[in-house]
């Protein structure tokens, strides 16, 4: 588990299936996601808070590096709840 730090309001659903994804990982977690994408662990800690959303091609990375569990378009949707409701989990269908 990660600590993170939490603003009381929920930015956005990017932010809230991160938090979730990160504290359901090894403790390394966020280390290692920093190291991948060549940012600091502060910047994603950013991404949580709210004060700042990835890039295009970042989120892209996000969502390639947690599998799907976060995806592009989550940074810039309303939460669908809050931070102590696990986030839905998502099915997808391979293409014929």
Request: proline share 9%; net charge positive.
């Amino acid at each position: 588990m990660n600590l993170l730090r939490l603003p009381a309001r929920v930015p956005n659903e990017g932010a809230r299936r991160l938090a979730w994804w990160l504290c359901e990982q090894p403790r390394d977690a966020m280390k290692r996601l920093a190291s991948t994408l060549r940012i600091e662990p502060t910047t994603i800690e950013r991404w949580i808070s709210g004060d700042i959303e990835p890039g295009a091609e970042v989120s892209y990375a996000v969502s390639l590096f947690t599998q799907h569990a976060v995806v592009t378009s989550d940074w810039r949707s309303p939460p669908e709840s809050g931070w102590f409701d696990r986030p839905a989990p998502r099915t997808y269908r391979k293409a014929a």
